[in-house]
């Protein structure tokens, strides 16, 4: 294969080393030879991708402003280019690093930056752009198409990828479709090509320019926070300790994945919640008659609380376990 890449076959026990985990392999490796599919083999986003395609159609769908239309038809009408684009990891690593990331992290940024932007308006700020806001989203990481190769489970980067990076080359993809745009207007092409210049927020971070727009900064802000939230996610539901997991994309490592107290988190403590309600309708009221000795009502109701109450501050998980 392209370079040297083999697959094999392992059975072994996932232990854990030193704080990692390790594989203990207890059977012989046993190589697959080439009768398999690579995707099978490959992380892959966890939103089905039909569901990922409709909800970047629905998105594209909602710009109304006819020279962005344009501009996105011609890329995400583009056969070729649409087959790329869906399955095409958002990273080598980090986050989104799997087939469709580039297409989730997208969908996702673009959703957050269009919520943004419209509440925006809300709030009186004249001037922003909906529609330049979410072009932009939809368009910042598109030269990830030609940054990555992603033909092989090990990502690596293309010679293009490593000489010139995906926020130089999607300017110069953004760039070059504008020029067959007809009647694109020159400013707006010099907002939509800064949003995509400026989406990394600094020039330590490989931008060439700072975000000056509030589009920009919309853009710029959401795609940091959708990879964060990634990174962040990635970490809690993949942790072994009950309480905290670890990510190198995240400042500082660690996350905290433990319970946070909410109802929610346990349906079983939800149904005990109601009864111990229940129960509590029965014995609160004071009654000052004497009850017969032959018909212990408040001993019955009480021992019956307190089971209940007992199992809830008991060593039983409830709400308190590990999400």
């Known amino acids: 294969m392209g370079r040297g890449l083999r697959y094999v076959r392992v059975q072994g026990v996932v232990e854990d080393y030193r704080g990692a985990r390790q594989l203990r392999l207890d059977q012989p490796i046993e190589d697959v030879g080439d009768d398999f599919e690579p995707g099978d083999y490959e992380p892959t986003s966890a939103l089905k991708v039909e569901e990922l395609r409709a909800r970047l159609d629905s998105i594209i769908d909602g710009v109304t402003e006819r020279p962005l239309v344009n501009l996105l038809n011609a890329f995400f009408a583009d056969p070729k280019f649409r087959a790329r684009f869906d399955i095409a990891p958002a990273a080598k690593g980090i986050h989104h690093a799997c087939r469709h990331g580039l297409l989730q992290h997208t969908v996702e ?38 940054e990555l190769d992603w033909t ?22 953004v760039f070059t479709k504008i020029n067959h745009v007809s009647g694109f207007p020159t400013p707006l092409r010099d907002a939509l090509l800064h949003i995509i210049l400026s989406h990394h927020g600094k020039l330590e971070h490989g931008s060439p320019v700072t975000p000056m727009l509030r589009e920009a900064q919309i853009v710029t802000m959401a795609d940091d926070l959708d990879a964060r939230l990634y ?13 905290f997991g670890w990510h190198r994309g995240v400042a500082g490592g660690r996350v905290y994945a433990g319970p946070l107290g909410l109802v929610s988190e346990s349906e079983v403590e939800v149904e005990v919640d109601a009864i111990v309600v229940e129960e509590a309708v029965v014995v609160e009221p004071v009654t000052e008659a004497p009850q017969p000795p032959s018909v212990p009502v408040r001993s019955r109701v009480d021992s019956g609380a307190a089971a209940i109450l007992g199992t809830i501050s008991g060593g039983g998980q409830g709400r308190f376990g590990r999400r």
Do not use: F, N
């Open 231 to 243: 990174c962040m996610t990635e970490a809690a539901e993949g942790s072994d300790d009950k309480d």
């Open 109 to 146: 940024v673009a959703e957050m930056v269009r919520a943004i932007a419209e509440v925006q308006q809300t709030w009186g700020y004249a001037g922003v752009s909906v529609d330049l806001a979410v072009t932009g989203a939809l368009l910042h990481d598109i030269g990830k198409i030609r």
């Open 152 to 173: 092989e489970p090990a990502y690596e980067y293309t010679s293009t990828g490593s000489l010139l990076g995906h926020i130089t080359i999607g300017y110069q993809m």
